[in-house]
């Protein structure tokens, strides 16, 4: 299964027997499966059919179905059902037996309706029968043309999710590159302020040492940076998975969030505070983006 958005359109129909059964199928991005269907009068009793059916193929989303049934006047009538195409039929057929026998057309009323199934009684369970055979028909292929445009969004978004990633990790190496240089930077620093102070103080001195060795440690983001990487990692294994991926990728950037903010405050580097302001931009847009991710 390859990725999929939660925002999708689908239309099925079927005909049969003068019936029309028509389902839009609507979605939009929920954390969880949410359904709310629009049945016409009727067929109030294939809501739980309409919603395994659904539930069956989509997994989040919130997705709306409306079903329309379009009956002719004929089956709409109390008692009584009839068919005027095949009365439509019969005239024509007796006019072209009466032209070949070179007879006059004279039809009545009472010859048509006497023809079988141009009038009937109405049989309410076959009509029932009737719609809930067209309504499975026309909902499997508005599920069909649904799960199609979700996919071909998903497609879109994959794409985008890729290359913001692939941002976030030269981002990721830039900061890495730049990781080690703190602390000797931070040294030299200190010593030009001892001197400015009017201290020099020896390469080897305990105390100065000491506080290097401290500083060094207190913004050594080399942890969280083996985090972000393995994140990533994940994330892009998420976008090839087979199966709905959109609870992971949201897990895994609020993950990398995490990490990266904690990179940020620890490294006591005004590069490095500037690299965790472009990844967390570049990654707030992912965030958007995943939130319709099935």
């Known amino acids: 299964m390859a990725l999929a958005s939660m925002t999708g359109f689908g239309l099925g129909r079927a005909c049969g027997h003068g019936v029309v059964v028509e389902v839009e199928l609507s979605s939009v991005n929920r954390r969880q499966l949410e359904l709310r269907v629009s049945l016409p009068r009727g067929m109030e009793g294939c809501e739980a059919f309409v919603h395994r059916a659904i539930a069956g193929r989509i997994s989040r989303g919130a997705v709306t179905a409306q079903i329309k049934a379009l009956r ?4 709409s009538a109390s008692g009584v059902r009839t068919n005027v195409d095949l009365a439509r039929s019969v005239v024509l057929g007796m006019k072209r037996i009466a032209g070949a026998l070179g007879l006059p057309e004279q039809i009545s009323l009472l010859e048509i309706v006497r023809f079988p199934g141009v009038i009937a009684a109405a049989d309410p369970a076959a009509d029932a029968a009737l719609c809930r055979r067209l309504l499975g028909v026309a ?7 649904l799960i199609e445009t979700r996919k071909k969004e998903g497609r879109r978004l994959g794409d985008e999710l890729s290359r913001r990633a692939r941002r976030l990790g030269a981002i990721l190496g830039r900061m890495r590159r730049r990781a080690p240089e703190v602390p000797g930077r931070h040294a030299a620093m200190l010593r030009r302020r001892l ?4 201290w020099t103080a020896e390469a080897n001195d305990p105390g100065l040492r000491r506080e ?3 500083f060094a440690e207190r913004c050594d983001i080399s942890e969280e940076m083996a985090r972000m990487a393995s994140h990533l990692e994940r994330f892009f294994d998420e976008l090839k998975s087979r199966r709905p991926a959109g609870r992971a990728l949201d897990f895994l950037c609020q993950e990398l969030l995490r990490e990266a903010t904690t990179a940020g405050s620890k490294a006591n580097d005004s590069v490095i505070a500037g690299l965790v302001i472009e990844f967390k931009s570049v990654l707030e847009e992912m965030r958007e983006q995943v939130q319709n991710v099935e």
């Open 72 to 75: 002719p006047p004929s089956r």
């Open 139 to 145: 909902l499997n292929r508005a599920i069909a043309g």
């Open 195 to 198: 001197k400015a102070a009017g």
């Open 212 to 214: 290097l060795a401290l």
